[in-house]
């Protein structure tokens, strides 16, 4: 299996994993397809349609785990998603001021390249943030009773394609 790592021709993509890709929120009644996954005695149904355009999206991205999940996301789902390639995953700090929790992390391995993210839970300090960038930078924000829906991914696949030289 190819380390993502070792590649840097594409844009970034920080792909997090409660709501955009383990769906929760939903009524019974209305339970998304996708596979039942036990993580450390936490149930998570893994989106089946989340997993068919993560695939796509890892054609025109470096995917990166952006998760408080951290290294049980490669532990538990490269394997349920069929992902042919291993994301490396993030570490986050303890949070400190005011900035979202993931922002810091996501910053320093971002650097100057072209980034999208896709997440459940920005708050405006990623906006501002996004907005501020010199970089190319999208910011995805889901529903987590759905996850990466085909909007979502129609719009990073447009944001990748549509960089300069790509």
């Known amino acids: 299996m190819r380390d993502l790592r070792d ?25 998304p397809d996708g596979t039942w996954i036990n993580v450390d005695g936490v149930w998570h149904l893994i989106s089946a349609a989340a997993a068919g355009h993560l695939l796509a999206l890892a054609r025109v991205f470096d995917l990166v785990w952006c998760s408080g999940w951290e290294e049980k996301a490669d532990e538990h789902l ?19 001021g005011t900035a979202h929790w993931k922002l810091a992390t996501v910053e ?8 999208a993210w896709i997440d459940d839970g920005f708050d405006e300090s990623c906006r501002a943030w996004a907005a501020a960038r010199t ?18 991914a129609g719009r ?11």
Do not use: Q, Y
């Open 135 to 152: 970089a190319p930078t999208l910011l995805v924000a889901t529903d987590p009773a759905v996850g990466l829906a085909d909007e979502h």
């Open 156 to 166: 990073l696949e447009r944001f990748a394609r549509d960089l300069p030289g790509a």
């Open 7 to 31: 590649t840097f021709d594409k844009p970034l993509l920080f792909v997090d994993i409660d709501g955009v890709i383990s769906v929760f929120g939903f009524s019974p009644g209305e339970r």
């Open 78 to 96: 490269v394997r349920v998603l069929g992902l042919p390639v291993r994301p490396p995953f993030l570490t986050f700090a303890v949070p400190t």
């Open 108 to 115: 320093r391995h971002a650097g100057d390249r072209p980034m």
